[in-house]
Every structure is written in structure tokens, then in C-alpha cells.
């Protein structure tokens, strides 16, 4: 058992390859790293990237990962819980960004809670935050609405709602969506919004290749699109009567 103080660390992590993660990483989260017994991330790969970055001082293959992602049960919350409540110190991480934030870690934050572990939270980048401020778009109020359906007809009801919401409640509308699907879900957008509705796409955050462009839909639709195949990427929607 560690003899460092018991706690769930929520390690921001970078949102693309960077070669000097100093520029988007504080100080405190490679202190905090050196401190860790385990690491729970979503994926192997993605926990020693990670850990990669950091100057540490045991082997960073002897450090423990356990996952947790979109297939983890609920039922196995307690158990990747258990050392954290026999004593040890504990991050949790994200493929990229914040973890917990249009990501798993929330349900493994509560249970934390409930069992009296302490939970200590880091700055970092955010993806939703930092397109939100490229945007130009109203940043007073605004709803993250996840990822939208994968299949067309129900994407292109779900903007449609989306669209209504933003003038109902004045407020920007952003939603994420899995690179892959990024071509089919920008043409639905185009051709389901209105012609006076605000839409921006910002696309490889913190990277050389970061793009943005945020215009009403009907300029979108005289213009040659950006080609966003394999980027991640963030949509923000904005009617007239929120902005």
C-alpha cells in the first residue's frame, strides 16, 4: 500500500500528438503523475501514451492500468475502486481532454464519493470549451448535447430539435461526433438547418492543422466544404435568437 495520501486524481490529458505537452499541460499534472500507484484510462494504449509524457520515477510499464470505457458494467465501478479504498492514489484519464466531460469517469466519480475517497480535479484543454471560444458564437448559455444518431434520418430529426432548443432557450447548441462519420454528419447538418441558423465546425484543436469556420448555414451551402475525414471534431449551432 502507498503511503501517500488515498485519492482519484482527474488528470486532463492533450487532444492531439504534441511535441512539447508543456505548451498545453500545467506543471502540476506531471507532479501529480509522480505520485500515482495506478492509472485508470480508456484504453491501454492510451494510459501508457499518457504516462509517456511524464518523467517518473518507477518503469512506466510497472504501473498499473485498468479501463474504463463505454463497455465497462456498472457493476465493475467497485472493483476498479478497490484500491483506492484500501489506500492507494489514482488517476483517471482520458484518451484526450477531461476526463468525465463527454467521456466516461462520472459514474466512477460518484461512487468515489459515496465511499469517501477523495476526488481532486486538474485544469487542462477542453475540446467543447475551446471550440465554444473559437466560435464567435453566444457563450452566456449553451447545452453539449453528446454525440447525435448515427443513422441520417434520426441525425437529421435530432438537428432539427437541436435548432428549435437553440431559439427556444437562446442558447448555443454543441455536439461532438466520431470522426468517421464526420462527412455524412456535416452534409446533414447543412441540408437540415436553416438558411439564417449559425453553424461552426472546429476541427483539430491545439494541432498545425486546427481549422475553423463558423457561418450561416447558407453560406455553408455555397462554399466547398472542409474535408474533416478521420479529424475530431466539435459542431456548434446557434439560431438568430440566441445570438
Known sequence: ?????????????????????????????????????????????????????????????LVPIALLNEHTADTDIDFLLQPLVAGERWGLVSDAGLPCVADPGSKLVRRARQLGIPVQAFVGPSSLMMALMLS???????????????????????????????????????????????????????????????LCVVWDLTLPTQGVVSLPVGQWRGMTLPNLDKKPAVYLVATEEAL
Not at 152 to 159: D, G, N, W, Y
Open 1 to 61: 500500500m502507498s503511503d501517500k495520501k488515498k485519492a482519484l486524481l482527474l488528470l486532463p490529458n492533450l487532444l492531439g500528438e504534441q511535441r512539447h505537452h508543456e505548451l498545453f499541460l500545467p506543471a502540476s499534472i506531471g507532479r501529480a503523475v509522480k505520485t500515482l500507484d495506478g492509472l485508470i484510462a480508456e484504453s491501454e494504449q492510451g494510459g501508457r501514451r499518457f504516462l509517456g509524457l511524464f518523467d517518473i520515477d518507477k518503469p512506466r510499464h
Open 136 to 198: 464567435g458564437l453566444p457563450g452566456q448559455r449553451f447545452t453539449f448535447r453528446g454525440y447525435l444518431p448515427k443513422e441520417s434520418k434520426e441525425r437529421q430529426a435530432e438537428l432539427r430539435k437541436l435548432e428549435q432548443a437553440s431559439a427556444a432557450a437562446r442558447a448555443t447548441q454543441i455536439f461532438m461526433e466520431a470522426p468517421y462519420r464526420n462527412s455524412a454528419t456535416l452534409t446533414d447538418t447543412i441540408a437540415t438547418l436553416k438558411e439564417n441558423t449559425w
